[in-house]
T-cell receptor, first 115, second 114 residues
Framework: KAGVTQTPRYLIKTRGQQVTLSCSPISGHRSVSWYQQTPGQGLQFLFEYFSETQRNKGNFPGRFSGRQFSNSRSEMNVSTLELGDSALYLC??????????????FGPGTRLTVT | AQSVTQLDSHVSVSEGTPVLLRCNYSSSYSPSLFWYVQHPNKGLQLLLKYTSAATLVKGINGFEAEFKKSETSFHLTKPSAHMSDAAEYFCVAASPYNTDKLIFGTGTRLQVFP
């Protein structure tokens, strides 16, 4: 079974631009979560989608948005990029789980550099 | 509110010696706890998870962790380090009631010397 895939793997953008990152979950997984990883802040939860609906959201400004398609693939968008948005963006997928399981499978990430 | 504290940002060991990565959690209820590993330029891989079954949890690559409620700890151990264990390790908590929001510790970078 193929793992979580993220595209592109590397991206360089300039301040003020916008960017769209893509995540394809493991086949059969309907939940997709996004995380931002930076040296200063560590790993922080962005949002989670299930069946095309956002179920949870972290403490990020409205410039960060996402969506999920009917095939469970997800995109996240960052508008008006700032230097501080440079980070590794990780996507994770999971199935509907038994209570307390919560196992998430992570993709390799997209490395975004804002100049 | 939940939080996860990894007590060491860096741990260095010699190959063949034991590994101990420390993690404490704070939660008003019994959380689900995980250890993930991240190798350079890679995503996170699940090592093991605790979900209120056995308190001693065995994971992949010879790692194990023990849940100690009295100490609110979930330390990760391995009897004998291998060079390939060099990576960043994250202790993670999840609430049974907010199912998909993982709370990450700040990570511990493990160095293994020959």
């Amino acid at each position: 079974k193929a793992g979580v895939t993220q595209t592109p793997r590397y991206l360089i953008k300039t301040r003020g631009q916008q960017v769209t990152l893509s995540c394809s979950p493991i086949s059969g997984h309907r939940s997709v979560s996004w995380y931002q990883q930076t040296p200063g802040q560590g790993l922080q939860f962005l949002f989670e989608y299930f069946s095309e609906t956002q179920r949870n959201k972290g403490n990020f400004p409205g410039r960060f948005s996402g969506r999920q398609f009917s095939n469970s693939r997800s995109e996240m968008n960052v508008s008006t990029l700032e230097l501080g948005d440079s980070a590794l963006y990780l996507c994770a997928s999971s199935t509907l789980r038994d209570r307390g399981s919560h196992e998430q499978y992570f993709g390799p990430g997209t490395r975004l550099t804002v100049t | 509110a939940q939080s996860v504290t990894q007590l060491d940002s860096h741990v260095s060991v010699s190959e063949g010696t034991p590994v101990l990565l420390r993690c404490n959690y704070s939660s008003s209820y019994s959380p689900s706890l995980f250890w993930y590993v991240q190798h350079p330029n890679k995503g996170l891989q699940l090592l093991l998870k605790y979900t209120s079954a056995a308190t001693l949890v065995k994971g992949i690559n010879g790692f194990e962790a023990e849940f100690k409620k009295s100490e609110t700890s979930f330390h990760l151990t391995k009897p004998s380090a291998h060079m390939s264990d060099a990576a960043e390790y994250f202790c993670v908590a999840a609430s049974p009631y907010n199912t998909d929001k993982l709370i990450f510790g700040t990570g511990t970078r493990l160095q293994v010397f020959p």
